[in-house]
């Protein structure tokens, strides 16, 4: 099953590294790009969406990883809080049994 995942992995790469291949053959122009306190002129079309798609992935993986950070941290404490309950629950359970009257 790991070998299938690598293999597929790879075909994927192969078939984003041939989209980008065609993107840049078919739109060989350059742009300007003016970022507000930066202007880039004569940047390659390709490169633009490249450098945009790049970092629209690092954020993406940098607030995946916040939302993973604050899960885990939810997960421990919760975690501490059932044996807590569970040691409540066991320290009541060898209590002897009082009469009703």
Aim: aromatic share 10%.
């Amino acid at each position: 099953m790991a070998t299938f995942r690598k293999v597929f992995i790879f075909i994927l790469i192969l078939v984003f590294m041939a989209v980008a291949a065609v993107f840049a053959w078919r739109n060989p122009g350059s742009i300007s790009i003016d970022v507000g306190f930066i202007r880039l002129d004569e940047v390659s079309t390709a490169m633009a969406f490249a450098v945009a798609f790049g970092l629209g992935w690092v954020f993406g993986l940098g607030c995946a990883s916040l939302v993973l950070l604050r899960m885990a941290n939810q997960r421990r404490k919760l975690r501490r809080s059932l044996r807590l309950a569970e040691s409540e629950v066991s320290s009541l359970r060898s209590l002897p049994l009082q009469d009703a009257h």
